[in-house]
């Protein structure tokens, strides 16, 4: 089992910064990916950015690429998403997420991949 909680979120003005983190136990945290996810109101989860193991592999959607920035300090058991250049439109509750350690590889963007998920952090970004 593994146990993710997410921290860093808050109210902020468009064109400020957030730093994320989700911090994970349960198991070796540098044997699996992780995953950001974010969903806003009356819309579905949609995934922001996603991680290898030893920290290659970065992927973003598109909606973010340039302006936020996933890492990973696995001697720390945390994954961050840097959120730079905030829009009014990346307001969600964002999630992190991983797979179990049996879970067939997927891609990075299907929710279906991921089997654990963070309890979530709201980032609301004001115009």
């Known amino acids: 089992q593994v146990q993710l909680v997410e921290s860093g979120g808050g109210l902020v003005q468009a064109g400020d910064s957030l730093r994320l983190s989700c911090a994970a136990s349960?198991?070796?945290?540098?044997?699996?990916?992780m995953g950001w996810f974010r969903q806003a109101p009356g819309k579905e989860r949609e995934f922001v950015a996603a991680i290898g193991r030893s920290g290659g592999y970065p992927s973003y959607a598109d909606s973010v690429k340039g302006r936020f920035t996933i890492s990973r300090d696995n001697a720390k058991n945390t994954v961050y998403l840097q959120m730079n250049s905030l829009k009014p439109e990346d307001t969600a509750v964002y999630y992190c997420?991983?797979?179990?350690?049996?879970?067939?590889?997927?891609?990075?963007?299907?929710?279906?991949?991921?089997?654990?998920w963070g309890q979530g952090t709201q980032v609301t970004v004001s115009s």
């Open positions: 349960g198991r070796t945290f540098s044997n699996y990916v």
């Open positions: 997420a991983a797979p179990s350690s049996s879970k067939p590889y997927s891609g990075y963007g299907d929710r279906k991949y991921y089997d654990y």
